[in-house]
C-alpha cells in the first residue's frame, strides 16, 4: 500500500509559478512511475505529467509543454509538479498518482494505469 500526499497548492494570480509536491510512503518509491493530473470543477480528470521510475522520461499534455515540469527525488520519495506562467484555466484540484507495475521508461498517460492516489491540492488561479 502506497500513500501519496500533495502539498504546495494555493491562490495565486496569472503569470504566477506555483511548485507541487507529493510525498509518499514506503521504501519502493524508485519502483513507481508518478504522474499528476487534474480535475476542474464540471470536467473530467485529466492527464499532466508523468515520470519515469528513475526520472529518465518524462511526458506532458500537449497544452502544458513548456509551462510544467514534473521532476522526482527518489531519496525524498518525493514528485514535483513546477507551474510556470499560470493561467486562470490552470485552475484545478492537482492530484498525484503512483504506478507500481511500470516498467524502467514507462510514462503513464491514462487514469485506469495508476493505483494509488493522492487526495489531491488545490491550485487557483485569478485574473
Known amino acids: 500500500q502506497v500513500q501519496l500526499v500533495e502539498s504546495g497548492g494555493g491562490l495565486v494570480q496569472a503569470g504566477d509559478s506555483l511548485r507541487l509536491s507529493c510525498a509518499a510512503s514506503g521504501r519502493t518509491f524508485s519502483t513507481y512511475a508518478m504522474g499528476w493530473f487534474r480535475q476542474a470543477p464540471g470536467k473530467e480528470r485529466e492527464f499532466v505529467a508523468a515520470?519515469?521510475?528513475?526520472?529518465?522520461?518524462?511526458y506532458y499534455a500537449d497544452s502544458l509543454k513548456g509551462r510544467f515540469i514534473i521532476s522526482r527525488a527518489n531519496a525524498k520519495n518525493t514528485v514535483y509538479l513546477q507551474m510556470n506562467s499560470l493561467k486562470p484555466e490552470d485552475t484545478a484540484v492537482y492530484y498525484c498518482?503512483?504506478?507500481?507495475?511500470?516498467?524502467?521508461?514507462?510514462?503513464?498517460?491514462?487514469?485506469?494505469?495508476?493505483?494509488?492516489w493522492g487526495r489531491g491540492t488545490q491550485v487557483t488561479v485569478s485574473s
Open positions: 498518482a503512483a504506478d507500481p507495475s511500470a516498467t524502467y521508461y514507462d510514462v503513464p498517460t491514462r487514469n485506469h494505469e495508476y493505483d494509488y
Open positions: 515520470i519515469s521510475r528513475y526520472g529518465d522520461n518524462t
